[in-house]
């Protein structure tokens, strides 16, 4: 069976003052996590060494809208993130992500170091390793496209996508009269924001990628049967 591995560190967590703080706020963001999307992990978010964390999913459609659930609410603080695509060869511990190992959670490192060194300058916190090379680059082609779009937001067009989340919306179909009224704006400067942020183009690519991701999953476990 394919699982997906998520890997994430925070970014430059030794400059973070208040550590302890910011460690404890981490773990209360996880369980929530776990809690809400527990149909869908196979072993749940847990920290493994020091600002480092991972957890383990049955393929689903959510992975994108997690992680940005979680970069949104851990700000200002920054993570950065490797999934990886693939199986599992040893028993899963379904009550913490310590012990288990496998050509998903190995797909995950390499992902999460790629991204390390190779990040867009500074630009971009995600990368996805599958095992066709051709369709790990078209998926993290189109990741980097989000986080450059993303990066030219200002404050109040990132409220958009907090908002989004919070209605637990996370496509570029949504009714602008009603995210206009849940931002206290007018339909018309939600326009403009939406206009100027590219959120669509964002949310588009990110479903995109998600779906390539799931295809690339379908095609794998046929061979399996």
Same mark, same amino acid.
């Given at each position: 069976m394919m699982y997906i591995a998520l890997i994430g560190d925070i970014i430059e967590s030794k400059k973070i003052q208040d550590r302890a703080q910011v460690q404890q706020?981490?773990? &209360?963001?996880?369980? $929530?996590? !776990? &809690?809400q999307y527990q149909n869908y992990l196979v072993s749940p978010f847990t920290v493994t060494t020091g600002d480092e964390f991972q957890a383990l999913f049955s393929p689903n459609s959510y992975m994108f809208q997690i992680i940005d659930q979680l970069s949104v609410a851990f700000a200002p603080y920054e993570i950065r993130f490797g999934i990886g695509v693939g199986e599992m060869i040893t028993e899963i511990n379904k009550e913490q992500s310590i012990g288990s190992d496998g050509p998903a959670y190995w797909l995950a490192r390499e992902a999460i170091n790629h991204i390390h060194d190779k990040n867009d300058y500074g630009i971009n916190h995600i990368s996805v390793f599958l095992a066709d090379e051709e369709v790990t680059w078209t998926v993290n082609a189109m990741l980097a496209a989000c986080s450059f779009i993303q990066s030219k937001w200002t404050e109040v067009q990132y409220d958009v996508l907090k908002q989004l989340l919070t $209605? !637990?919306?996370?496509? $570029?179909?949504?009714?602008?009269k009603e995210m206009a009224r849940l931002l206290g704006i007018t339909p018309s400067a939600f326009n403009k924001r939406i206009k100027a942020s590219g959120l669509k183009i964002y949310l588009r690519n990110k479903r995109v990628a998600m779906n390539q991701i799931l295809k690339e999953i379908a095609k794998e476990e046929s061979r399996h049967v």
């Open positions: 706020h981490l773990l &209360q963001l996880m369980k $929530e996590l !776990n &809690q $209605e !637990n919306i996370y496509d $570029e179909t949504f009714s602008h």
